[in-house]
Structure formats: structure tokens, C-alpha cells
């Protein structure tokens, strides 16, 4: 079983549409989330990083809940250029572990 | 502004050639870290080094070595290159504390004919 797991996807939505990712993780004692964002042929950008108590940047929302090890990723208002692939990431033992990933495509 | 740097961008080579790919960072990290990535598939981490001195396998076997004389430096080197060798080659740094994550450069995508 891999330590991060997702939905590769491809979710496909239309614009303005509320789309939500979820992962899991099996490492417990896990203390970091992030959610990272990669385009097509591009290095992975840092999204946002994940808290217990949830945090918010414009349309992106990130939740953990770590009683059921799952992490999400909700983004309201889809624009076209929400389209790649979004990487779910834990801290595991001294480094980062990354998702296969979740493409989304935004159409008009 | 990119504080990554990775060249070359793009490598063209033809097989049994030797071939550095260079990573430096200007950010003073102790951690940095080589990815392998095929087009649509996911991260495969081959190389870290938690500082001078220090390089580590990885989690996928790969005939790559790294060295890490300087902190800001973070060679990939393939001896004799091969087609299977094909394939986007990610370097990436970070500050050596909970909560932070990794920032990536904008790779090597690396044919070898």
C-alpha cells in the first residue's frame, strides 16, 4: 500500500463548477500536508500547506482530518486555468512523500 | 525568480555518453533531493542529501550518482547513458523543519538516442 493515495483521475468540470480532491495516508505519525500543483511538462509549485484547523486562500480550501488519515482539497469557482494535476504530499520519516496525483480539467 | 536552478533545460545525448545534470540553490538548504519523473506518471525520488558530505539512495534504484561538496551544489551524473535513462529529471531543495515544503527547479528533460 503506498503512503499517499489518490483518485488520478481525470476529474472533468465545467467552468465555475466546485470540485473536491480527497487522499489518504497511512503514516500516522505524519505531521505535514501540502498540496502541490503541477502543469503539464512543469516542476511541481507548492498549492498550499494543510492544518488540522483548515485553511483557506481565495477558491482553494485544505482540510485534514487525521482521525480518518484523509486530506482535501475543495476549489470553488473552476477557471480554466485550474486545469493540471494536483499532487497530495505527507511528511514521512524525514522527507516529503508525493502522491501519483489528480488531474483536473477545467473545460469552458 | 527562481531560487532552483537546473541546467541544462533540455539534453539531447546519444548512448554510452557521460552526462552531468547540474542543480544549484540560493537559498541555503541543508536538504536537497532528485526526482525522476516520466510524461503523466508520478514522482520517483532516486537521490537526497541532508547536507555537505552527505547523499542517499533514494526510493527507486537508479545507476545515477550525486556528490554534495557545496551546500548549494547538487550534481546528478549518469556514466554511460542509456535510452532507458529517458526521462524529466527534478532537483529540489528545503529548510530542514517540520512544516516546510519542497521547492522544486524546472527540471531536465533528458532523450537519450
Known amino acids: 500500500r503506498k503512503e499517499v493515495e489518490q483518485d488520478p483521475g481525470p476529474f472533468n468540470v465545467p467552468e465555475g463548477a466546485t470540485v473536491a480532491f480527497n487522499c489518504t495516508y497511512s503514516?500516522?505519525?505524519?505531521?505535514?500536508f501540502f498540496w502541490y500543483r503541477q502543469d503539464c511538462r512543469k516542476e511541481p509549485k507548492l498549492l498550499m500547506s494543510?492544518?488540522?484547523s483548515g485553511n483557506e486562500d481565495g477558491r482553494f480550501t485544505a482540510q485534514l482530518n487525521r482521525a480518518s488519515q484523509y486530506i482535501s482539497l475543495l476549489i470553488r469557482d473552476s477557471k480554466l486555468s485550474d486545469s493540471a494535476t494536483y499532487l497530495c504530499?505527507?511528511?514521512?520519516?524525514?522527507?516529503?512523500?508525493f502522491g501519483t496525483g489528480t488531474r483536473l480539467l477545467v473545460s469552458p | 525568480e527562481a531560487d532552483i536552478y537546473q541546467t541544462p533545460r533540455y539534453l539531447v545525448i546519444g548512448t554510452g555518453k557521460k552526462i552531468t545534470l547540474e542543480c544549484s540553490q540560493t537559498m541555503g538548504h541543508d536538504k536537497m533531493y532528485w526526482y525522476q519523473q516520466d510524461p503523466g506518471m508520478e514522482l520517483h525520488l532516486i537521490h537526497y542529501s541532508y547536507g555537505v558530505n552527505s547523499t542517499e539512495k533514494g526510493d527507486l534504484s537508479s545507476e545515477s550518482t550525486v556528490s554534495r561538496i557545496r551546500t548549494e551544489h547538487f550534481p546528478l551524473t549518469l556514466e554511460s547513458a542509456r535510452p532507458s535513462h529517458t526521462s524529466q529529471y527534478l532537483c529540489?531543495?528545503?529548510?530542514?523543519?517540520?512544516?516546510?515544503?519542497?521547492?522544486f527547479g524546472s527540471g531536465t528533460r533528458l532523450t537519450v538516442v
Open positions: 503514516n500516522s505519525a505524519s505531521q505535514s
Open positions: 494543510v492544518y488540522s
Open positions: 529540489a531543495s528545503s529548510e530542514d523543519m517540520q512544516g516546510y515544503g519542497y521547492t
Open positions: 504530499v505527507g511528511r514521512g520519516f524525514q522527507k516529503l512523500v
